[in-house]
């Protein structure tokens, strides 16, 4: 089946792509993948993402290029937005311990720019402003769907860092409740049964465990 051509243009380079493939596609098809980072190339991680204009000058805003199928006359900009580090969760997290690792909490001036830049769609700003009331539960919920593309942080003039604080927020929460099942696991544990499957899976070169993994996921237990 033929497709029809489209032209696009990636950081100031035209190309020549399929109608329908994706942005990263073409890219990859054109021998122009440096411009566009790359991890999941399914939409989770965020690595890839981008601001797009479109032929008629309308502003597409940001979106990951694993995603966005090319459109003739499509103009894209890669947006690398660099890592920082992250801070370590709190047991039974507090408006106080949020602050004491992430000082910028009350820095927010509502400009909204946050929830504009986020491909996610979540309320980011909405969000900032419940970690600041200690709505701990909600913000967590928020932030289900972020892909720690980091534009929320890169776009926010005063530097509040919304899904670092986000995620800290579900990694806190996460670590101050009880899991009776996993409990249950690790207690059984304790006859040495989970070291020995461990010592099983890690012995060997490469094909040595990939047939040992393969092995123990057919039969459950040890060969
Ligand atoms: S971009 Fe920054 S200042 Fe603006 S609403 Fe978001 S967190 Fe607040
Ligand atoms: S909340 Fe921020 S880091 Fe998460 S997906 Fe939205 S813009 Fe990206
Ligand atoms: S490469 Fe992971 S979201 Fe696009």
Known sequence: MEFPSVQIVVAGNIIQARAG?????????????????????GGVCGACTVSVRFK??????????????????????????????SAPPANEPTVEKLRAVYPTLDRCTKCGGCT??????????DSVLRMQRGEFEAAAEDFTTCIHCGLCRAVCEDKVKPHNMGIWVRRSLGMSQDYPALDQRLVSSGDGRAESEWEYLLTGDEAERLRRAKSFREKGTLS
């Open 56 to 85: 008629d000058g309308r502003k597409g805003g940001t979106d990951l290029a694993c995603m966005r199928p090319v459109e003739d006359g499509m103009e894209v900009f890669p947006f690398a937005v660099d890592p920082v580090p």
């Open 21 to 41: 493939e994706t942005i990263v596609h073409a890219l990859w098809a054109a021998g122009l993948a440096r411009h566009v980072q790359t991890g999941c190339i």
């Open 116 to 125: 504009v830049a986020c491909p996610m769609s979540i309320p980011v700003m």
